[in-house]
């Protein structure tokens, strides 16, 4: 027969395990606040902070004058003629540059996927302007572009009257250009890094069936690519915000009027000390942002759902 004693020891040793499971439990939270604690707080003071203490100057008449104003900034920013060509000149060069950027690297990692000569070659080729700096590139695009440069000495061979790409109805077009050149090799390796995790099994089933190329492609491949197109789309649009090194190094802080972009304007004002303009701005564009890339997010988790499950 079983005493009370061993009842009792019955009763506490389930007690001693779950109270043993949450203590490991514990030490497992703790490690991992001590892994992410550097980075939370390096993220919170360089980005966080900063960017409330941006919206806070969005509210207030000027950082001496703390008077808030409520809306007063974001008014007198949307009725500004300089933001407005800013935002019209940035928005088109994005709708143009980022969808060929994602295309023309995604057919580019198609081909290089196929079986054609020189593949290293030209792997290498579209990979080399990431090494150039941006001086270079700007450099080689002035000995092309400019009044005097390559491109209207090759011209007016043809009886063709020189142009002066950067401020002319072209200009847009010589930008597009160079993102494009610059950009588009980083993109295709990661479309070309996407495609060799596609299932082979699907493929292979695909080719059974005897479905054509297209089909494949829309089917199969187009799908399981989704992820990376999303990818791609976010850093090509973030790149297209940057194409500005380029523009102010070869045109400067006023450059012709449809090269005027939101970070000339942003500069600009930053240079005359504007700050509350320039916060209500920067806030603008930052909601834009994440508007933007919520509803991407959203595209790509209707378009690659069925995937998933």
């Known amino acids: ?63 001496i004058n703390h ?5 007063d900034n974001y008014v007198n920013v949307i009725n500004n003629e300089a933001f407005r060509i800013a935002v019209r000149n940035t928005l088109e060069f994005s709708l143009i540059s980022v969808p060929l950027a994602v295309i ?13 000569p020189l593949k290293s070659q030209f ?14 590139v700007v450099l080689i695009w ?21 142009i002066d790409w950067l401020k002319s109805d072209y200009c847009l077009l010589v930008i597009s250009v160079l993102y494009l050149w610059k950009n588009l090799g980083y993109n295709m390796i990661l479309f070309m890094a996407a495609l060799a995790n596609v299932p082979r ?64 304007f942003m500069n600009n004002v930053f240079e005359n000390i504007d700050y509350q303009k320039l916060s209500a701005a920067a806030v603008l564009l930052a909601l834009f942002m994440v508007a933007l890339i919520a509803v991407l997010f959203k595209v790509e988790d209707i378009f690659g759902k069925d995937v998933e499950g």
């Open 104 to 116: 023309l690297s995604m057919g580019l990692a198609l081909m290089l996927e196929a079986k054609i």
């Open 201 to 264: 099994e699907l493929l292979e089933a695909a080719d059974v069936e005897g479905a054509p190329d297209w089909y494949k492609f829309f089917a199969i491949k187009l799908r399981y690519l989704s992820p990376t197109v999303l990818f791609v789309t976010i850093l090509s649009l973030i790149n297209s915000f940057k194409v500005f090194r380029e523009i102010y190094l070869l045109t400067g802080n006023y450059p012709y009027e449809r090269l005027y972009m939101m970070q000339h």
């Open 123 to 136: 792997r290498t080729f579209f990979l080399s302007p990431i090494m150039v700096p941006v001086a270079s």
């Open 142 to 162: 002035q000995v092309l572009f400019d009044y005097n440069g390559v491109i209207n000495e090759f011209l007016m061979n043809f009886g063709i009257d020189k």
């Open 67 to 71: 008077e808030f104003v409520f809306l």
């Open 1 to 63: 027969m079983s005493t009370s004693k061993d009842k009792t020891e019955k009763r506490n040793k389930p007690a001693r395990k779950v109270f043993g499971g949450s203590k490991e439990r514990a030490k497992d939270s703790l490690r991992g606040a001590a892994f992410l604690g550097p980075s939370v707080l390096g993220v919170s003071i360089f980005y966080i902070v900063p960017f409330l203490v941006v919206v806070y100057y969005s509210f207030i008449k000027s950082p």
